[in-house]
């Protein structure tokens, strides 16, 4: 489970929580109306403007628990995708994706930063089995480019045959 996900399960946990709270006061306040808020001179608009109130703010808290669920699915689906492209991937690209040597983009799973390498990174075809870089152009920092041609030299001896 990743941090983005346990994130959002605590964070569905506490809006369901907050909701059955709110949804309590509404029962109380209903009750304290005694039923007949509308035959009540002075004060029966009030009442009903506040249950107005309270049923706004649930439906608001509502519509922000779908959208946490929907949050939740998303990311359950990426992490879904990830693994199923891992399963297309050498084993030595997940090794080191797994050792932390390389980043695996969830936007794009088969694309890979070198960690501490700005901008450049590794894309692997999986149709044509070859790994390859884009952007190593842009890198300006020596020690950045080292440690990025030795990841990918080390991946193209082992992947590119």
Known sequence: MTKRLEILKGS????????????????KTGAQGNGQPRNDKRNG????????????TLLNIKDGI???????????????????????LPTIIVEMIEGGTLTQWRKHPTTFFVPGVDKAR????????????????QITDKD?????????????KLINI
Not at 66 to 88: C, H, L, M, S
Not at 122 to 137: A, F, G, N, P
């Open 12 to 27: 569905l946990i506490k809006k369901e929580t907050l909701f059955d709270e709110k949804l309590q006061d509404h029962f």
């Open 45 to 56: 608009q009030a009442t009903l403007n506040k249950w107005d109130r309270q049923n706004n």
């Open 66 to 88: 779908e959208t946490t669920k929907d949050a939740i699915e998303n990311e359950e689906y990426k992490i879904k995708r990830i693994e199923k492209t891992k399963e297309k």
């Open 122 to 137: 590794l894309y692997y075809d999986v149709k044509k089995k070859q790994i390859t870089h884009k952007y190593s152009r």
């Open 144 to 156: 950045q480019y080292k440690t990025f041609g030795q990841t990918f030299n080390k991946l193209a």
